[in-house]
């Protein structure tokens, strides 16, 4: 089966990083699109970066264009999300999601699995 899990969160300062972790495992990255998404208390979730082996990364938004990267270990079947000069207005709850193919939506819904999400708090 499918199956997405997240780590790496927790409480950070502004101006550092932290790197999440998405392992995946029941199925080979180069056949799906890798998202990942952030949703903060009252706002929708928001699609920041995606990755398809094929076709390398697809899109990203100007809140954390030049900060956030994503990277791939295929061997591991891992996807990696690091986050850099992190703000207050980062904190969210940090998810990675697997749609098959790559077609790399910014979308929520094009998404099929979804890891249990991982809280990054910046602190103020």
């Known amino acids: 089966q499918v199956q997405l899990v997240e780590s790496g969160g927790g409480l950070v300062q502004p101006g550092g990083s932290l790197r999440l972790s998405c392992a995946a495992s029941g199925f080979i990255l180069d056949y799906y699109s890798i998202g990942w998404f952030r949703q903060a208390p009252g706002k929708e979730r928001e699609g920041l970066l995606c990755i398809a082996s094929s076709e390398g990364r697809k899109y990203d938004v100007d809140a954390v264009k030049g900060r956030f990267t994503i990277s791939t270990d295929n061997a591991n079947n891992t996807v990696y999300f690091q986050m850099s000069s992190l703000k207050p207005e980062d904190t969210a709850v940090y998810y990675c999601?697997?749609?098959?193919?790559?077609?790399?939506?910014?979308?929520?819904?094009?998404?099929?699995?979804w890891g249990q999400g991982t809280q990054v708090t910046v602190s103020t």
């Open positions: 999601a697997a749609d098959w193919g790559t077609v790399c939506s910014k979308f929520a819904y094009e998404y099929d699995y």
